[in-house]
Nanobody
Framework: QVQLVESGGGLVQAGGSLRLSCVAS????????MAWYRQAPGTQRELVAA???????NYANSVKGRFTISRDNAKKMVFLQMNSLKPDDTAVYYC????????????????WGQGTQVTVSS
């Protein structure tokens, strides 16, 4: 089984910073894209930042210049450095990974973490 576990959320004042981490474990042959999503109460889950195996990244317009996604493929981890946080960034942040679990099966599957709460006070 594959598990994604996030950490690093918390309460921070506006203008502050947080660094989220996500580690994948279990039956993993290789990991393709990894990403961070977020969901605020009463809203749909939205993409915050994504990282491909080729090294490309993309960001939601609302976080460009403030957030940075990075990954450590050897440790099966993805990170989200969040700077200049705003109250609008308050949400549950979810890690997502597209993973090929088995070498003898070419199929990949999307996996989600359980989420970590980020609260930014004004």
């Amino acid at each position: 089984q594959v598990q994604l576990v996030e950490s690093g959320g918390g309460l921070v004042q506006a203008g502050g910073s947080l660094r989220l981490s996500c580690v994948a474990s279990g039956s993993i042959f290789n990991i393709n894209d990894m990403a961070w999503y977020r969901q605020a109460p009463g809203t749909q889950r939205e993409l915050v930042a994504a990282s491909t195996t080729g090294g490309s990244t993309n960001y939601a317009n609302s976080v460009k210049g403030r957030f940075t996604i990075s990954r450590d493929n050897a440790k099966k981890m993805v990170f989200l450095q969040m700077n200049s946080l705003k109250p609008d960034d308050t949400a549950v942040y979810y890690c997502y990974a597209d993973i090929r679990p088995y070498a003898n099966n070419r199929f990949t599957y999307g996996y989600w973490g359980q989420g970590t709460q980020v609260t930014v006070s004004s």
